[in-house]
């Protein structure tokens, strides 16, 4: 059996990391535009910096630590090698943290930046301005958060479209049904014959189009779920 699993901003909640959008619109004050475009960082680069800055220190901080869902996870993919794709909408590292091996972050991620000039990709964890140097082509102001800002593409979205087509289990995690591409996933799923399932704190957007749906905590449902699909392998 081939699972994808996809997952969002539910699953990280109860490791202490906020969610991207307040129920305001605002994230620190921030209109979402300013912050989280191109256009934004075009416009103010250092007020984005800081934006992103505030969040890796966030991620990083002591309190911030994967919990049981991103740990079954890791332990389904250890369990099931090349039979799991995992892919994330998430920008933290907490699936690493957790244990997994190998997971596709479609949005970017946030302990890395990117060179707009030389198109480098690299581990950045400490705080970045329009001062820093690409470490690669040494150009200056050329870096950016590697996040996927609105209006970009997300990341491997030719891998993640093939597992989807050749899957036999569709599961999304904390996922909200807000954000396309990935909202249509269960659709792409449903088309190739796969079982489609939604483990989420609350009914989503799309929950309609699951096969099944449970209501509750990641960190309950997931080990959960994924000890009935060992119990079966």
Same mark, same amino acid.
């Given at each position: 059996m081939k699972i994808v699993i996809l997952t969002g901003a539910g699953i990280s909640a109860e490791s202490g990391i906020q969610t991207f959008r307040a129920s305001d619109g605002l994230w620190e004050g921030h209109r979402i535009e300013d912050v989280a475009s191109p256009e934004g960082f075009v416009r103010h680069p250092e007020v984005v910096h800081q934006f992103y800055n505030a969040r890796r220190r966030q991620l990083m901080s002591e309190s911030v630590?994967?919990?049981?869902?991103? =740990?079954?996870?890791a332990k389904? #993919?250890?369990?099931?090698?090349? =039979? %799991?794709?995992?892919?994330? #909408?998430?920008? $933290? $590292?907490?699936?690493?943290?957790?244990?997994?091996?190998?997971?596709?972050?479609?949005? *970017?991620?946030?302990?890395?930046?990117?060179? #707009? *000039?030389c198109g480098e990709v690299f581990i950045h964890r400490d705080d970045c301005s329009p001062a820093h140097a690409c470490t690669a082509c =040494?150009?200056?102001?050329?870096?950016?958060p590697d996040i996927v800002w609105f209006g970009e593409m997300p990341k491997a979205m030719n891998e993640i479209y093939s597992a989807l087509e050749k899957a036999d289990l569709f599961v999304a995690i904390g996922t909200s049904g807000h954000v396309y591409p990935a909202a249509g996933f269960v659709d792409v799923a449903n088309a190739a014959g796969a079982k489609t399932l939604e483990l989420n704190m609350d009914v989503s957007l %799309?929950?309609?189009?699951? $096969?099944?749906?449970? #209501?509750?905590?990641?960190?309950?449902?997931?080990?959960?779920? %994924?000890d009935q699909v060992l119990s079966h392998a």
């Amino acid at each position: 059996m081939k699972i994808v699993i996809l997952t969002g901003a539910g699953i990280s909640a109860e490791s202490g990391i906020q969610t991207f959008r307040a129920s305001d619109g605002l994230w620190e004050g921030h209109r979402i535009e300013d912050v989280a475009s191109p256009e934004g960082f075009v416009r103010h680069p250092e007020v984005v910096h800081q934006f992103y800055n505030a969040r890796r220190r966030q991620l990083m901080s002591e309190s911030v630590v994967p919990n049981a869902a991103h =740990r079954a996870l890791a332990k389904l #993919q250890r369990a099931l090698p090349e =039979r %799991v794709t995992l892919v994330t #909408q998430n920008v $933290d $590292d907490l699936h690493e943290r957790g244990g997994s091996t190998k997971v596709i972050h479609m949005h *970017g991620e946030l302990l890395k930046v990117c060179c #707009q *000039g030389c198109g480098e990709v690299f581990i950045h964890r400490d705080d970045c301005s329009p001062a820093h140097a690409c470490t690669a082509c =040494r150009r200056v102001g050329e870096l950016r958060p590697d996040i996927v800002w609105f209006g970009e593409m997300p990341k491997a979205m030719n891998e993640i479209y093939s597992a989807l087509e050749k899957a036999d289990l569709f599961v999304a995690i904390g996922t909200s049904g807000h954000v396309y591409p990935a909202a249509g996933f269960v659709d792409v799923a449903n088309a190739a014959g796969a079982k489609t399932l939604e483990l989420n704190m609350d009914v989503s957007l %799309v929950t309609s189009v699951f $096969d099944e749906a449970r #209501q509750g905590l990641a960190s309950a449902l997931v080990p959960e779920w %994924v000890d009935q699909v060992l119990s079966h392998a």
